[in-house]
């Protein structure tokens, strides 16, 4: 799980009255600065991690998201529990568990944007098992014949496969953390006016 904590200076003196509402205005919080690292995670990933960005948003299957209020201010936790987020901020090594192979999309396999065209090796049928060297192999399909017979690779096939840290949400949490403050405020600030206009539209 990848796991971030946002600490937020806000100006809670105006709140005092209002303790019971601290929930609620957390929530409401929270919820903007979570849309603020979503969108920042947006312009820090490769478009084709989309769902990673998704993950992070409010009402994803994937998201986690608690706060507090602190003796200056705020804290919020965010969370994914998308099962690549935390990798794909610090790297590591992934290895075949469930199966000899890790099978890696490459050439007609991939759409022109680097996406999967299809779920898996096993939705393409007729592709052909070649072993290489050093413990690899490929999925690979034969073209032509004769002297131009020659093998289209559709999959690499690994052990494991070194994945190199992006730091999308450490980048994206630096240029939110700049600006948390004066959004959470906002939300405290709105979410207590509305409450204040609605009570004050009720019947005596």
Sequence with gaps: MAVVTIRVDVDLARLTKARNLMPRLMRMACDRIVVAVSAAIQGNVNRRAGMLARSWLPGSKYAERSGETTATGARVTLGSNLRYAAIQERGGTVTASRSK????????????AGVARRAGARDWPDLKFIPLSGGRAMLARTKGSGPRRRLIPYYWLVKSVTIPG???LKRSVEAVERQAGAIAQAAFDEGLAMIVLRKAGEPD
């Design 166 to 168: 992006t730091w999308y």
């Design 101 to 112: 192979y890790l099978t890696i999309p490459t050439g007609p396999a991939l759409t022109p």
